[in-house]
């Protein structure tokens, strides 16, 4: 039996392959997160902004 047919390693292997694609998965999400944040931040600064300027 060589080492390539042990059902262990190919086993190891394949999660190994679908915990990496879950944490990209999960890091990309991340960064939309923080992306949608920091734009709906600077929309609603925007909108304070232009309701300062047009108080009566």
């Known amino acids: 039996m060589t080492p390539d047919d042990d ?3 190919a086993l190891q292997a394949d999660l190994e392959k679908a915990r990496l694609a879950q944490e990209t998965k999960n890091e990309r999400q991340v960064w939309y997160f923080l992306g949608y944040f920091l734009f709906g931040i600077h ?3 925007f909108v304070m902004i232009y309701a ?3 108080a009566k």
């Open 7 to 9: 059902p262990t390693k």
């Open 43 to 45: 929309v609603l600064a």
């Open 52 to 54: 300062v300027r047009h």
